[in-house]
């Protein structure tokens, strides 16, 4: 009968245990997305991950600082990891361009998905809050058209920017995908192919 290998012993000199190849990240976004400083632990996990690994988001959020949603946004598309976005409940608000910054997704049965334009609010005399509106109605415009272009259409967009709220089920967002997904691939077989060039040789 074979004995067991003790290690430490000559035996196992040459003897190599395995090595995850990947490891799997979780993290829930439960709730408010709050302020950044309490995200970054999860920026610096997920912006250094190795393709190798996969990052899931649990979403179940009502939305919050539309900041905190676009720092996500960034870190997320510099990620070489596969970024899954699972909704289990509630996606809305700044949790929507959170979900949509992932390169795949998961949508619960019976969650449930609002979009709309962002909130706040102007101080100080009445040139500056004049000044403040018209910088942030263009800045709207920009992310709104940059985050939902081939999701939403262009006039959804116009309505989100007049202050429409748009509700969807899981359902529809999920055909909604399939269809950016399968656009996005013909716009890439559409693009020309470089010729190639043909070698001179030397005479």
């Known amino acids: 009968m074979d004995k067991p290998i003790e290690f430490g012993s000559t035996n196992t000199m040459n003897c190599f245990l ?26 610096e996990t997920i912006r250094n991950a190795p393709e190798t690994d996969v990052v899931v988001l649990h979403i179940n959020s009502y939305g919050g600082d539309l900041f905190t949603a676009i720092q996500f946004m960034r870190v997320m598309g510099e990620s070489k990891a596969n970024i899954i976005a699972s909704v289990e409940g509630a996606c809305m608000s700044a949790a929507t361009l959170i979900f949509l910054a992932a390169k795949n997704w998961e949508i619960s049965n019976h969650s449930m998905f609002m979009f709309h334009n962002y909130a706040s609010a ?9 000044d403040n509106i018209i910088h942030e109605r263009k800045w709207s415009e920009k992310l709104w058209n940059d985050i939902y272009k081939g999701f939403l259409t262009q006039e959804e967009i116009k309505s989100i920017l007049n202050n429409k709220d748009i509700w969807m089920a899981g359902e529809e967002v999920s055909k909604r995908l399939t269809d950016k997904v399968k656009n996005t691939e013909k716009a890439i077989k559409k693009l020309p192919v470089p010729k190639k060039t043909a070698k001179k040789k030397n005479t």
């Open 122 to 130: 102007s101080f100080g005399k009445g040139g500056e809050m004049y």
């Open 18 to 43: 395995d090595r995850p190849l990947s490891k799997v990240h979780k993290f829930y976004l439960s709730g408010d997305v709050r302020s950044p400083s309490e995200y970054i632990t999860w920026f």
